[in-house]
């Protein structure tokens, strides 16, 4: 269960239980305090701009489909024989490098991630451009300490025969935006929030664990897959919004997350 707090990051009020994501420099599932970032920094991966993937047909691949990813670089190289019976398919591979799809443990296939391994360390996990950023949230769980992206890259690296550490996020689709705010819920309360106009919104979406929540009284039911967009014109800066996480009455268990796409000045 988490507790509500209150805390104001350059301009943006929230009213609830912050925990981030495994970034860098930033301890994963620490409670948001006065030393704690209230969002998550999106970096372009350097590794886009390597000759080789420019010139390999991988390198056009991943810019033309993905949409929110996670990335991470080994200490030491990965044994791409030891990590490629975890794909379920794979669409490019060479001696130096596998790109496909691999499955999140206990989450239906359609959950599966893009994956694009090299050899000589790096990891990236992805949803396609067609997803919003919440699909990654890992609902089950109940906290937002890791995504399923993460998940993904953890087995990947301990398979790989290499440590796992903090991962760096990129949203392909909006490559201008500068942050992402993962803000959750699983006390089956309302949470209120208000996002500043000085700031230039991208895309707000939703996961939730029981494919229901509500935003401004208004119910978003049944939704296949647990997740989806928020229209931004429907959620106006400068107004404290409410949002309410649905119940799983079988299992006595409830969350709710948004996400917030968007660049600072």
Known sequence: ?????????????????????????????????????????????????????????????????????????????????????????????????????????????????????????WIMAYYLSSAPASKMIETKAGSLNNSKLTIVMNNIAVTGGAPFGAVTYYNFNHPNATHMLLVGESDYEEFQITIPSVYSYYEISWASKTHEIRIDGQDLTNIPHGYGLIPITSFLPDITHTIHTGYDWNNGIEYGALVIVYRMP
């Open 1 to 121: 269960m988490l507790r509500s707090i209150s805390h104001t990051f350059r301009g943006l009020t929230i009213g609830f239980f912050v925990v981030l994501l495994g970034v860098a420099g930033v301890a994963a599932g620490r409670h948001m305090g006065k030393d704690v970032p209230a969002a998550v920094a999106l970096e372009e991966p350097a590794f886009l701009y390597d000759d080789d993937l420019q010139a390999d047909a991988v390198g056009q691949k991943i810019q033309d489909e993905a949409g929110i990813a996670a990335y991470y670089k080994a200490p030491n190289a990965l044994n791409l024989e030891f990590v490629r019976p975890l794909f379920n398919s794979i669409e490019l591979e060479s001696a130096d490098y596998i790109l496909g799809s691999i499955s999140v443990p206990s989450y239906a296939e359609h959950f599966d991630t893009h994956v694009y391994i090299r050899r000589d360390g």
